[in-house]
């Protein structure tokens, strides 16, 4: 993509950036107002983006041909390719490892480790578990919730407490997770290692786990004793997550990560007779076409990037942040501001990330900003919002599952997690806290690698 420069730009270059997004919220808030079920899930991303590619071909100079060019050029970007193939892989290694057994193997076995006393904290380590190791938060809120519901009404707890400890779970992994949608975003916008994400991402979000599962410790005493069914679980079936969560940590290649993944989970199975051969190349297939929104959207706005940057959008943007950002801990304030209001907009954490992240790349080279850090700032932002917007999918799920009974809006309250994940990844903006790993291993802004590489070559 177009590399941003000194100029002021020209601000009516973002106007399809605009349009985009006035279209994916107002979408959503006129559904709202009728009453339709996940309003803001209903006006599919792709067409709204392509809506606002409409407008930059129309504002863009230049003859129709050089349009295509810049668009194309953008769509075909090395970064975007990388991630619409990661996402591919994600969604088939997530489809496959469910499919035989493993989300409902990690649950059981969950559930019969996890005293009843510490039911509440167990439904948050469950979710995480389940969330950073499939990268899906939407599908793990799908498979806990029932489960969480049902205990609730049991062990006499707070019903938004439990679904808020469920959400919370599920937003910890998902920041954590290497193969969410927001992770590759977040890695490959910035051009980092999912690996060095993972580790700068841990010096807030391990605190802000640990402080909420004290407090659901505190707070979440059930008031009976549920009977508790103990469901069988396999511990084979769930090697394939301990397989990518360890190779993934150890920083191997994040397509052999996922290749593994998927073909181990094929493999167990196979074995187990949940699906033959052929069966397994059609799960492969459906979990491709589970991700084909993101696959495309990433693409489509691959594409309108590098049109409104060609056309002077993000200099002009960038120009602006500039007057208002003094050095780099406001350097990183601005960046988790913008991604956190383009998801209470957008409703969708990797869409958030996506539009923001060449912005937030240019502002982290301009301010020294280790881009290592800007990338776990970009995901942590989008999912601390996600996680509290009463809108948002995942809480919008896990109420659904009450029949009625609470709104997202009661769960908001109970979103401990998220709250405390902000204050402590402010913290870490502010202080030396938090930020150990990218002190023990800094980076070369010179050479846009780490310190230890550039010293080895």
Request: net charge neutral; charged share 10%; proline share 3%.
């Amino acid at each position: 993509m177009k590399k941003l420069n000194e100029n002021k730009g020209n601000g009516l270059a973002l106007i399809p950036f605009i349009i985009f997004i006035l279209v994916y919220l107002f979408s959503g808030i006129i559904l709202q107002l009728k009453g339709v079920e996940m309003a803001f899930y209903q006006f599919p991303a792709p067409i709204a983006v392509i809506i606002g590619i409409v407008f930059a071909f129309i504002l863009t100079k230049g003859s129709l041909d050089s349009k295509f060019d810049i668009f194309i050029k953008g769509c075909g970007h090395e970064n975007i390719i990388t991630m619409c193939i990661i996402y591919l892989l994600a969604g088939a290694f997530s489809t496959v490892s469910s499919s035989m057994g493993g989300v409902e193997s990690t649950v059981n076995l969950g559930l019969a480790l996890i005293p009843y006393k510490y039911i509440t904290v167990g439904i948050f380590i469950i979710s995480a578990f389940i969330s950073i190791s499939t990268g899906t938060s939407i599908g793990t809120v799908i498979a806990i919730a029932p489960i969480a519901v049902d205990l609730v009404s049991k062990a006499g707890l707070s019903l938004p407490l439990a679904l808020g400890a469920l959400v919370g779970g599920v937003m910890f992994g998902d920041n954590l997770s290497i193969i969410s949608d927001t992770t590759i975003a977040a890695t490959k916008t910035q051009g980092v290692s999912m690996k060095d994400k993972f580790r700068a991402n841990m010096g807030f979000a391990v605190p802000a786990a640990l402080v909420t599962m004290a407090l659901l410790l505190i707070f979440g005493t059930p008031i009976s004793n549920p009977e508790i069914n103990k469901e069988s679980y396999n511990i084979i079936k769930i090697m394939p997550y301990i397989f990518v969560l360890v190779s993934a940590v150890l920083g191997m290649n994040v397509f052999a990560v996922l290749m593994g993944g998927i073909v181990i989970s094929g493999v167990i199975g196979i074995y187990y007779g949940n699906f033959t051969l052929l069966g397994l190349s059609q799960e492969i297939y459906e979990g491709f076409k589970g991700m084909f929104d993101i696959f495309l959207l990433s693409l489509l706005t691959g594409g309108l990037a590098n049109m409104v940057s060609t056309g002077g959008g993000l200099d002009w943007l960038l120009y602006k942040v500039r007057r208002k950002i003094k050095g780099e801990k406001s350097a990183q304030l601005g960046i988790s501001a913008l991604v956190a209001l383009t998801d209470v907009a957008t409703a969708n954490n990797t869409v958030s990330i996506i539009v923001t992240g060449q912005l937030a790349s240019e502002i982290s080279k301009e301010y020294k900003v280790d881009p290592r850090k800007t990338a776990s700032l970009l995901d942590t932002f989008s999912c601390v919002m996600q996680g509290i917007i009463p809108y948002g999918a995942q809480l919008l799920i896990a109420a659904s599952f009450t029949n009625g009974v609470l709104s997202p809006v009661q769960i908001v309250g109970y979103m401990w997690y998220s709250i405390l994940l902000a204050i402590f990844a402010v913290i870490s903006i502010l202080t030396p806290f938090g930020n150990r790993y990218l002190r023990r291993n800094p980076w070369n802004f010179e050479k846009n690698i780490l310190e230890h590489e550039s010293i080895v070559e």
